[in-house]
């Protein structure tokens, strides 16, 4: 019997599904009569430890198979387990998204490493130099330019003292006396004074004057802009350093051949994040670095002389002279113009920690948009295909049907033959069958032309040989991919590599510290981050797991409600003790919780 509750608590992503009622409850078919049928077991508080790991996940992967305790010396097999003798007969994982909409106990500690991983690029730690804290610094944004006019809450003078409840009296929307309707019909102009909320806000003035098609691209080549930002502003630091009889740095690459590099280069992390319009903006963190001839790896310090404003005018000089054009399409040959916006911001960051931006502030408000995608035009769903497509797109439907649409139409192929309707007519006798024949190589008797046995084995022999040069691609056909995305096929948080540490990093520390919680760690300081070893030293066996994928979600309903509980209640006992023990250091903000906790 199929459960009537919602599947996914607070998840609206279409095919997600974390609760699969497989067997009928024993009290009712409410998600209490089966929680509680669960909860007088007398098992009950073995399968709450057994699922702990993934208690608080919306809908987690569940594993079948076997596990071997191997002795790494001799390869014996030491003790053997199979799920079949586990609760449930299953290991239950957490899903890991990132997506709040999606499962937000994940995404919570997905946006926890986020913030460690982003604020150690500024300040040091987990195994970057704290050294990092003198280079300059700055939190630039990056927004796309305009494409058509939107409804828009414009506030030129604040008075209130929290942006982030923003009550003051905004602006008129469009005020224009010149103009008074588009080639449309419809009225350019709008005198309201929009509110925060307002579901206009982000919505075009005219529909058909909005050019959807060029949104969609600019987002699919949005990743390709920043890095030729990145690369223009290194080019410019590389020449006010030569203006400066700053040398060039001489490394030895790992050939050994010697290469002359710049002195400076940058070192960023990034978010995307979605405007109301359905338009990917940029957030930054920029870190100017210096080059060592010796550790060409290595996080040194820039020259001395080179300051906040050196890099804050190679961000805004490379803002405003990048741009390019894409490949031409068939809707439009000479392809697409690709550059920045007119509004760049480019704050410096203070690291003292009473400046307007400082590292806890950009880090946890990088943190917060790495967990969220599309929510904030409407739309939420996965990956689109030919069955679904018809559900969202629509070319005169509303800003993101059209939106989608554009994606669908101008990702469709474009190197298909030409229709048999226009093909020329061909004036050579049809062709037809003749008379049976052998092929003197493989003995086939066949009416074809040619052997298709022979003809098989040639074509399977060209297969497996490296073609002689890359096939030329279709570069929009990414668009229908990245539909549900609104073309922006990029991930919403990266890191150049010498930024700072990597998620695989915090997630082996975080394993490493849950094996060994309960073990006496006074010899080893807090905030020591190390890699997982899966074989310690004085360890002599191995686990190897050869399990495969079973299922996805939670078996009924109070299976869900009773992890989930007790993941809230953990989580709530852990927070308070972060406080706690906060508030008697008096070092660590509250409510900020390590990667390895």
Known sequence: MASTLDLTP???????????DTVAPVYGYTAAGSAFARATRPDYFGWLEHV?????????????????????????????????????????????????????????????????????????????????????????????????????????????????????????????????????????????????????LGQPLCLDCYDHTHQVVWNLFSGELWHRTKQAAERHLAKLARRRGIPRVEVVTASGNTRRVPPVRLSHGKVAEFQARGAVHFHALVRLDGVDAYDPAAVVPPPAGFSVADLEDALRHAAEQVGFATPGHPDRPEGWLIGWGEQVDIRPISLTGDGEVTDSMVAGYLAKY???????????????????????????????ARLIDACWRTGRPTSTPVPLSQRPRDQRPTPGFVDRWECPDCGT?????????????????????????????????????????????????????????????????????????????????????????????????????????????????????????????????????????????????????????
């Open 370 to 400: 790495a967990t969220k995608s599309t929510e904030v035009t409407g739309h939420r769903s996965v990956r689109l295909d030919a069955d679904s497509i018809g559900d969202y797109a629509d070319p005169g439907g509303d800003h993101t």
């Open 52 to 200: 702990r790991a993934a208690a608080g996940c919306t809908r987690p992967i569940r594993l079948a198979g076997q596990l071997l305790t191997v002795d790494s010396s001799t390869g014996r097999v030491l003790d053997q387990r199979h799920t079949d003798a586990m609760p449930d007969a299953a290991i239950y994982t957490a899903c890991g998204n990132r997506r709040a909409t999606v499962c937000p106990a994940c995404a919570h500690t997905y946006q926890r490493d986020a913030f460690q991983l982003l604020r150690a690029g500024l300040i040091g730690g987990k195994g970057v130099p704290e050294t990092v804290s003198r280079h300059p610094a700055v939190f630039p944004t990056f927004t796309a330019p305009s494409f058509g006019p939107v409804h828009v809450r414009v506030v030129k003078r604040h008075t209130c003292a929290n942006r982030k409840r923003c009550d003051c009296r905004a602006d008129p929307c469009h005020a224009r006396r010149d103009t008074g309707l588009c080639e449309h019909g419809r009225p350019a102009v709008c005198w309201a004074r929009h509110e925060t909320g307002d579901q206009v």
């Open 10 to 20: 607070r998840a609206a992503a279409r095919g997600v599904g974390s609760n699969a």
């Open 445 to 597: 008797h066949t009416r074809y032309a040619a052997c298709p046995v022979c003809v098989a084995q040639r074509q399977a022999a060209l297969d497996t040989q490296p073609a002689s040069r890359p096939q030329a691609t279709n570069p929009y056909a990414r668009l229908r991919r990245w539909a549900h995305m609104l073309g922006f096929g990029g991930h919403f948080l990266t890191k150049a590599r010498r930024y700072s540490v990597t998620f695989q990093l915090l997630r082996d520390t975080r394993v490493t510290y849950r094996r060994h919680e309960h073990e006496d760690q006074a010899d080893e300081q807090p905030s020591t981050l190390r890699a997982v070893d899966h074989l310690d030293d004085d360890d002599t066996t191995l686990i190897v797991g050869t399990l495969t994928f079973a299922g996805v979600g939670w078996h009924t309903t109070g299976d869900a409600l009773l992890a989930n509980t007790a993941a809230a209640m953990a989580r709530e006992r852990r927070t308070t003790g972060c406080e706690e023990l906060a508030h008697e250091r008096g070092t660590i903000p509250a409510g900020t919780v390590s990667a390895a906790a």
